[in-house]
């Protein structure tokens, strides 16, 4: 679901939506106290801009401006669409508009402790600022005032905002295998120290460093032409001097990271291309990640294992697993990832993905359109 500027038609929704995410709190804290959240028409009338997601709306984000500063004032999502990536998506299209407006900043506050707060945020590029920027002190006065530090500590976080960072070019190879419960996935667990993505699960992987070129690995003309057609609407290759140049650097980068990360050392043909997609702007860190798949069965005698600082710990996990878990809040999952996964648990097994061919269609803005995606074979069928 794509969010979208709220209409007056969403605006009786909003209340029932803050109040039924508030109740996600009691576990966790008092909230008796807080109140009646404020209407959607109240909010309207208090300015700046609201955002909606869903028809009808079950999530939105309301973006104030205080002193000249963007101040994204809440962010609420019903629980029960919670943990579907609705409440990144809010906080992009704030972030864009922002950026639209010139700004280049966000603030919030929020508790510092409760999983889908402050680490939700910190996720999404927001760092905790301390102290916080004296335009807050109103604010933070008034959330003294009603008693929301009863809960627990409470902090101010921004992040920038930039809106012409070109992406680099990034690979991220996902190793997969059959397992005693189900197709599994390696993955990694970011150190919480990251610039980006801090925190998170990833698959192994990283930038196109200047290496990758000299290392671009010689391929079979029938496999190179294949290739160039697969990742030909990627804008790394399209927008190269050389596609099939480009297309090896991909190989060489997903090869070199995969020994870096996993201390495996794969050769071209194992890597097989899965997907391709674009952080959303207005983020002062932007990549486009190109996604392969390596099928690394139990009977490999090549076995991954944790050998870079960027993870805390490495591991085969069934794909079921990672997401019941990012659905829990026990890990924490960047869209894509979860859009990919939510893929390969479709699929169920590892000849299935193998066997898949997706056709690689480049995604912006978090967006990915319809999954499962259907096989080049069809897209050639069909322009055939």
Known sequence: MRARVAEERD???????????????????????????????KRAESGGRLFVIGDPAVGFAHVTEIDGHFHLEQLAVHPDHGRRGLGTELVYAAAEAIADRGGDSMTLLTFADVPWNAPFYRKLGFEVVDPAPDHLSSAIAEETRIGLKRGGPRVAMARAISPHVEARPAVSVIPIRDGERGLEVYVQHRVHTMDFAPGVVVFPGGRIDPIDTANAPEVAHEDLDELAEIWRDSSYVSNSDDPRLAVRVLLATGIREMAEETGIQLSPPEVLPWDDWTTPPAFPKRFQVHFMVVHLPTSDPRSPRNTTTE?????????????????????QLMTPTRVILRELAHLGSASAVLGAHPDVTPVHNDRAGVRPRPTRKSRLMTEG
């Open 11 to 41: 605006l009786a929704l909003l209340g029932d939506i803050e109040a039924a995410a508030d109740q996600m709190f009691a576990p966790l804290i008092e909230i008796a106290h807080w109140g009646t959240p404020p209407t959607g028409r």
């Open 311 to 331: 993870a805390f710990e490495s591991e085969w996990l069934p794909v079921s697993e990672v997401l019941d878990r990012g659905n829990g809040g026990d890990l």
